[in-house]
């Protein structure tokens, strides 16, 4: 299954089909390589996550691995996520202020679409910056949007 459908998030379609099929076995299989998206694919009961550029010797590997009931994972993957592991988690308000950011917003209007004040809205900014690693915010959208963490 894609990660990003058409009309729906592969998650979201996963975890429909899970609830009705529940020993289903779904591998994703992606171009999105954000450890956040991985991560969130894992937890949602994807047993495995290729990459669509991977050799196809590996992907048959790894469907033949998940159809006999193991988890798999390629290390490229592992990579991804263990990069990030020990990283601070973005609350769910810096992630709404970081997609309006990403729409161009400045702060006063960040804070009247949430209905926070402009002082509240630096502080999560400055949240943001530290939890990623951003020395601006320009940077802090490239990197969540590396990650998964937003989608653009």
Request: glycine share 8%; charged share 30%; no cysteine.
């Amino acid at each position: 299954m894609d990660l990003r459908l058409p009309d729906v998030s592969g998650i979201d379609a996963m975890i429909a089909i899970r609830a009705e099929f529940g020993e289903a076995r779904i591998i994703m299989l992606t171009t999105f390589e954000g450890d956040v998206e991985i991560q969130r694919a894992l937890e949602a009961g994807a047993r495995g996550y290729l990459l669509k550029n991977m050799p196809p010797s590996e992907l048959v590997d790894v469907i033949r691995q998940v159809h006999a009931g193991k988890k798999r994972v390629p290390s490229e993957v592992a990579a991804h996520l263990a990069e990030h592991m020990s990283d601070e988690d973005l609350t769910a308000r810096e992630i709404e202020v970081l997609r309006q950011i990403a729409g161009g917003n400045r702060n006063r209007d960040i804070g009247e679409i949430l209905f926070i004040s402009e002082e509240t809205v630096k502080v999560h900014i400055k949240h943001i910056m530290d939890k990623l690693g951003a020395k601006d915010r320009t940077q802090a959208i490239a990197i969540a949007v590396r990650r998964g963490i937003i989608q653009l």
